[in-house]
Each structure stands twice: as C-alpha cells, then as structure tokens.
C-alpha cells in the first residue's frame, strides 16, 4: 500500500467512556451506566482486539474505496479520555504509561497502548500520516510519543509475554496453543492482523465460577429443598384444610344424594383430613420450618449486604478473582435472597390460614422483609469500588510479566448462561406483592391477638359492633367475600412467584455440579443439613403422632392434651384441628 497516498490519522480528545459490562449478563438491575463501583469506566478485555481490529477494517475499507471509487477519505480517529494514559505516580503521560509495564497492563492503559502501537506500525509503514493541528495538541497533553519513532514491536512482545505467562498459570483459565505462542511472534504492521485475531480469541476459554458460598452445591441444594418443602406443605395443607370439601361441590351436582347430606359427608371427610395425622404434622412442621427458612435467608441477606457493601475493603473470596466474577456473584446473591420472599410469605399464608399465629414468627419475617427491600433498594451498588477490587486482584494473583498486575482474563467480560439474573420483574413483584400481603398478615394476626389475647378490649370493641349491628350484618358477607377473594389472589400470585422461582432455580443447578466431591466442603455440608431436623422430625409425626413426638420435648410438669381428650369444665375453643395445651400438673 505504500504506493497509494497515506490516510489521515487524527488523535483528539473524548469524553469519559461508558463500557457495557452488563451485555454478556442478562442481569436487567444492573443496565444503567456509572452504577456500581464506576466499573462502566473500565474496559473489558474484549475491547483491545475490537479497537485494533478498527484500525485495520478501517484502512482496508478506505483504500478498497479510493481504489474503486475514488471517493473521499475519512480520518482515523484516535480519542483520549480524562483517565487513558495514568502512570503509576497518578500523572498523564503516555510514553511513561506505555513503556512501564507496572502502568501498561491495567485495562485502561493496556487498550490505550496497543491501539497507540497498532496505529504506529501503520503510520511507520507509510499507511497512515498525523495531519491535524489539534492532534499536535492532544498528544503534548497526553504525553503521546511520536508515532513514527514508537517501538511498537516491543510494546506488543510485552503484550504476548503478559499473555503467555496468564495461559501458563491458569488461574481463571485455559487458552489455545495459537494464543499462548503469542509471546513468541515478532510484530510488524504485516502481522498486525493475526495478532489481533488471535487476542480476540484470548477470552475463550477463560473459566466463570460461581462463589460457592453464594450458589455452591450445599447452599444451591439448600434453596432448592427450601422451595421444595414450601411448595410440598402448602399443596398438603391446601388437600387437607379446604380443598377436598371445595373440589367435592361439583360432584354433589351429579349426585342422587341429598344435597344438604352430600355437604355434609365433604364436611366430615374434611375434617377427617385435617386431623389426621399427616394433616396435624405438615402444620406442626411447617412452624419449625417457617422458623427456619426465615433465619437461613436472614444470614444470607446480612451477609450479602456486608460483602458487597461499596465501603468495605474486601470482598474477595473462592471465585470472586475478576470483575466478571464479582458482578455474577453479587447479582446471584441479591436474586436469591430478594426472590426467596416469595417462599417466606406462602408459607406465611399457610400458617395463618391453619390458625397457627405467632407474633415471634411474624417478627422475624418483617425483619427478612426488611432486608430484602434493603438488598432491591440497593441492587446498583452491591459492589465495592473498582479500585479496591483491582488492589486486591493485584495482590491476590500478581504477574511478574505483566509488570506486577493480576492476568488480563480479571477483566475479560465473558460470562456463563444467566438468563436467570434477568429477574428485575421478579424483583419488583416480590417488593410490591411482598408490602401487600404482609399488610394482610398483619391486620389478621393483630385482630386474632384481640380476639384471643385481650378480652377487655375485645368486650368494649365488641360493644361498640353491637351498636351498629343492623348494618353489619348485612355487610358481613359481602366483607368475608371480599377477605376470601383477597386472600385467594395472593395465594395465587405467590404460587406464581415461587414456581417460577423454582424454574429459575433449576437453571442455576445447570451451572454448578453437584456430583462433584471436591466441591462439597464443610460449609456446603453444613448448609444441606439446616433442613435435616425439620424434614426428620416430620418423618416422625407422621409415624408415632404429634403428641408422642412434642411430648418427649417438654418438662415433666407439663402435659400435651388433644382436643377431647380429657374432661374440661371451661373447653378451650379453637379453629386448630390440634391444640398443644400446657396444663400445670398437680
């Protein structure tokens, strides 16, 4: 090409970039540019190759057109943003930056100089020529050297030999043999274009792991057994409580017998169901269970919000070693532990419908609750800063090649399949869904507790009903209808939640291997048996009964007492087919 006339090349000044790192995650929180960290300041690796690849597209498309058409050449253009070409002493210069590898290999500098050394290459070839007077003043501004004297050839071996000695280790993974070998290949402006596609394919086989303290096979395991049981106890106690006597109506149509009767026998078969003994364990063991799940997600949220808080100072740990990592691990963590609410609150619903209210329990939940919305508020800035992290990637993993820096493949921006990070949705629902049923939740057990727990204010509230009793009554069945047909939506819509939950769930276990021992240690472990008591002590209601299961668990001087069992002058009334009584013995 030196026989044709040289393309204008142009170095001129640029905004600050904004770098889509969320394009390989289908992880819609984190879609708004500066969020996180600044991290949209940093380039993924993938842009060195692309900027080259540029330049070379861009001179073969011009000559193919002056050759052709002889139509009007466009400039190169060169852009310099506020923080391109920082040396290690904080100031702007691009000849030092690019000449000291402690400098040249972080990701700004490293796309900066070699996009400066391909263009080079080209200027000293005679392909391309600095022309615009401005570009005179943005090079003395940012210390840029002269092209024509740069040793691009030297800056590129640098480039191989960080390259190669990141292949060899293999900490966040493999290459191919044509990538490792580029230490060895000799760069000239001829050979520009194999170098670049062959950095282009240096991100291929770089390994994404998830944190198996976040979604390792224990904790995975765990939230699937988690969404399991809740979808198990709520069908139970659904067939057991109410189902069975509703679905029965239908058949009552076709049916010779009496109406009335025919309710009746549905009735009696309901009751049956709920007092059995598989109807009385599912509702003792999902108390236990509620409790449970409600402190498992808690230490999960907490220790999300303190890991990956934007203040602390460190949150590396088992695949949190690049920034890919760091962004799939922490929006893994804010979407198991926001969307497990929806677990919390059917189970919640459960219990309530079942008479079981407990202002402990609730408590709990509005604390979890609390934390979610927290986690949601903050999705954008689960992240410590780039700084930070690039301090501690250098300290945990640094190449002496690559002037003391982490290995390039911290900043590739390959990612795994996550299309189950793409629950903003989700999110959404689980904090508006969430703040309305916990609303109902409230007002049932702050009514029951008058009801139950404090007679005197029941009497005066009740005297003051009476007063308008004319109206009440004919509203009272429009108000149970309304409550029912509130209660039946949420139910419904939290099944949905959960369900899909679930779905999503099972495209995470795709991504983890559970088969594989090495990856079950003692927190994996740990973190399966938190369900063990709970799923046992169910197995053992179911056998030997309610009662003889409570009744080895409290003290001599109290007793377990079955509704009907023994005589009691003043009965106890309630809507529990079983009531755990703790009389004094005399």
């Not at 290999?105 to 070699?114: A, K, M, S, Y």
């Not at 009735?267 to 169901?273: G, H």
Request: include cysteine.
């Amino acid at each position: 090409m030196s026989h044709l006339p040289p393309l204008s090349l142009i170095i001129a000044t640029d905004p600050p970039p904004n770098f889509n790192w969320f394009k390989e995650f289908d992880y819609g929180w984190f879609d708004t540019p500066g969020n996180i960290g600044n991290l949209s300041s940093i380039p993924f690796f993938e842009t060195i190759p692309e900027q080259l690849n540029g330049i070379l597209n861009h001179t073969s498309t011009h000559y193919g057109q002056q050759q052709q058409q002889q139509q009007q050449q466009q400039p190169l253009r060169l852009g310099f943003a506020p923080r391109d070409c920082e040396t290690v002493s904080g100031e702007r210069n691009c000849t030092e930056a690019c000449l000291d590898p402690a400098s040249l290999f972080t990701p700004t500098n490293l796309r900066v100089c070699t996009a400066l050394a391909g263009a080079a290459l080209l200027v000293q070839n005679g392909t391309y020529r600095v022309e615009d007077e401005g570009s005179d003043e943005v090079m003395m501004a940012w210390g840029v050297p002269e092209l024509g004297r740069l040793d691009a050839t030297q800056l590129f071996g640098r480039v191989g030999e960080c390259i190669a000695q990141s292949c060899d280790v293999g900490r966040l993974g493999g290459c191919s043999e044509e990538v490792q070998g580029l230490g060895a290949v000799g760069i000239d402006a001829g050979s520009l274009a194999v170098f670049s596609e062959r950095l282009g394919r240096y991100c291929d086989r770089v390994v994404l792991e998830i944190n198996s303290d976040i979604a390792g096979p224990g904790v995975l395991l765990s939230y699937f057994l988690l969404t399991s049981l809740v979808l198990l106890f709520w069908l139970i106690l659904k067939i057991s409580r109410s189902w069975v006597r509703r679905l029965g109506i239908p058949f009552g149509w076709l049916s010779r017998q009496d109406k009335d009767e025919f309710r009746d026998n549905l009735a009696a078969v309901q009751n049956r169901l709920t007092s059995s003994r598989l109807g009385t364990a599912i509702t003792s063991s999902l108390v236990e269970f509620q409790e449970v799940q409600i402190y498992f997600i808690i230490s999960a949220q907490v220790a999300t919000i303190i890991a990956y808080n934007p203040s602390m100072s460190n949150v590396l740990g088992a695949n949190n070693n690049s920034f890919s990592a760091v962004i799939l691990n922490s929006g893994l963590a804010a979407f198991l532990n926001i969307s497990s609410m929806g677990c919390v609150f059917l189970a919640q619903c459960s219990l309530h419908k079942a008479g079981m209210r407990w202002w402990y329990i609730f408590t709990i939940l509005t604390i979890s609750f609390a934390l979610a919305l927290t986690m949601f508020a903050l999705r954008n800035r689960l992240m410590p800063p780039v700084e930070t992290l690039w301090e501690q990637f250098k300290e945990d993993g640094p190449l002496p090649l690559c002037g003391g820096n982490p290995s390039p493949m911290t900043y590739c921006g390959q990612s795994l399949e996550t299309s189950y990070l793409d629950n903003a949705l989700s999110g959404f629902l689980i904090s508006a869904l969430g703040g309305l049923t916990w609303l109902g939740l409230f007002f049932d057990q702050l009514v029951c507790s008058i009801r139950t727990r404090n007679p005197p204010l029941r009497y005066r509230l009740r005297r003051i009903l009476d007063r308008y009793d004319h109206i009440l009554q004919r509203k009272s069945r429009f108000w149970s209808g309304l409550a029912a047909t509130y209660w039946f939506i949420i139910e419904l819509l939290l099944f949905g939640v959960v369900t899909y939950h679930y779905s999503q769930l099972v495209l995470i276990l795709e991504n983890v291997s559970i088969s594989d021992v090495s990856k079950w240690g003692f927190g994996q472990l740990i973190a399966v048996m938190v369900w063990a008591p709970t799923i046992v002590k169910c197995i053992y209601f179911n056998i030997f009964g309610v009662k003889g299961g409570f009744e080895e668990r409290i003290p001599k001087e109290f007793q377990i007492i079955r509704d009907g069992e023994a005589e009691d002058p003043e009965p106890q009334k309630s809507d529990k087919g079983l009531q755990q009584q703790l009389t004094k013995e005399t």
